[in-house]
């Protein structure tokens, strides 16, 4: 549902040229050549679950998607897929099932991908509700490019470099885009070499310090450390998600983040700001004790609110994004530094998710966000796929 003043939202956005821009028209749609179903309908799969730590989160944001998707645009078939990477079809049962996970009573252990594939065939385009390892990483949306068919949200370098957030830094920090000061170890290093990663900390950031995996999602495996006794200790755990860890000097800062839409123009949302209680944004906060919440938009000065939206279409550019990010962003409180903290290819799309909520209150309900993301897929693949021979 709208909020009270969204309307006024939407001109200004409007004016400015930001969401309201990529609606589509009677000529987009024509250029889409996709196949219709019998009923002129594209055919959409939905996929969900995936190998990573925040496989239940994904059966949450697929549960909110399927609730959602706009069924006179889309003939929609499901297919889950295990923690252990099979692929289930699961088209029709109860949405339930899907959310609290009983759909996994119906698959074939070590069926692999096999049962999938006459969907994979079937659909016109991917929705992968999936988020983390094996799903926003770049492997899914290798695997569907190398079948030929649109994939809602970042490709392949994006999603691979999104995904590794040692690497995101690289790339950030070329594009000249403020972050947090950080020193990167491998496990290797922490095994062998911990007295100089130790040494180096100290030296470059101090305490107290954040650790937290190269490749993880969900704060899993992430933590706050107040001294050097506590180093070693954090880092190990750390090192069991991810043969990369980072070091970051600690940021006391309110936590905002920005949705952004679009493929070559993409458009920036008003930022909201999450609010938690806990020393940090983790886990059980986030999806377990309901500790948090959200405000949009955020509590910060209009100007600051300005530039994270322009860094988040700047980050967005940089790191290759299409179609939709959520672009995570620290503001410091003793200084107001505004920092880029990472950038969510897939994001949560639950119904309190932030990327729904924050592109809701500018005025792009969620039904029709879905329908975005998956035409701009489309529109992304027509254009990428010139080069293919046919
Ligand atoms: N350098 C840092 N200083 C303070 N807190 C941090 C820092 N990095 C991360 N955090 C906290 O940990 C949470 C999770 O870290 P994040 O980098 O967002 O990884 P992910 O959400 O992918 O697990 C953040 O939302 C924030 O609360
Ligand atoms: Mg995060």
Redesign the pocket.
């Known amino acids: 549902m709208l909020k009270r003043g969204a309307g006024r939202k939407i001109s200004t956005v409007l004016k400015n040229k930001r969401l309201t821009d990529k609606r589509l028209t009677a000529g987009e749609r024509k250029r889409l050549t996709v196949k219709k179903s019998e009923s002129g309908k594209i055919k959409l799969l939905v996929l969900f679950g995936g190998q990573s730590t925040e496989h239940e989160i994904s059966c949450l944001s697929a549960y909110s998607v399927l609730n959602n998707v706009d069924r006179r645009v889309f003939e929609v078939r499901v297919c889950g897929v295990t923690k252990n990477g099979d692929w289930q079809p699961v088209t029709g049962i109860p949405l339930e099932e899907i959310k609290d996970g009983r759909w996994t009573s119906r698959v074939t252990e070590g069926s692999g991908m096999a049962p999938a594939l006459e969907c994979v065939r079937w659909c016109d385009a991917v929705f992968p509700v999936m988020h983390g390892i094996m799903a926003e990483d770049g492997t899914i949306q290798g695997f569907f490019a190398l079948n030929r068919k649109p994939c809602a949200g970042p490709g392949v370098l994006a999603s691979a470099v999104c995904m590794d ?1 040692a690497y995101t830094k690289i790339v950030l920090e070329h594009a000249g885009i403020p972050q ?1 000061k950080a020193v990167i170890v491998t496990r290797g290093e922490i095994e062998n070499g911990f007295d100089s990663v130790a040494a180096e900390v100290g030296e470059k950031l101090g305490y107290p310090c ?1 650790v ?1 995996p190269s490749n ?5 495996g ?1 933590f ?1 450390v107040g001294a050097p006794s506590e180093l070693e200790k954090c880092l190990r755990a750390a090192a069991e998600f991810d043969r990369k860890v980072l070091v ?6 309110q ?1 905002v983040e920005c949705a952004v839409l679009g493929n070559e123009d993409p458009v920036a949302s008003t930022p909201g700001e999450i609010v ?1 209680e806990s020393e ?3 886990y059980d906060d986030k999806y377990i004790n309901g500790t948090s919440s959200t405000r949009i938009p955020a509590a910060i000065p209009e100007e600051d609110r300005e530039t994270i939206r322009k860094l988040a279409v700047k980050a967005f550019k940089a790191l290759d994004c299409a179609g939709m990010a959520r672009v ?1 962003f ?1 503001r410091e409180r003793k200084t107001g530094r505004i920092l880029l ?2 950038v969510n290819t897939i994001p949560g799309f639950t119904d309190i998710s932030m990327y729904g909520k924050m592109l809701a209150y500018d005025g792009i309900p969620f039904k029709e966000l879905i329908t975005r993301l998956v035409k701009l897929a489309i529109e992304d693949f027509e254009h990428n796929k010139r080069h293919l021979s046919r």
Not at 248 to 253: H, K, L, P, R, V
């Open positions: 957030k947090a954040f937290k993880s999602g969900s704060s899993v992430a706050k970051e000097e600690y940021i006391d800062a936590e938690s940090f944004y983790d995570d620290f903290n990472e």
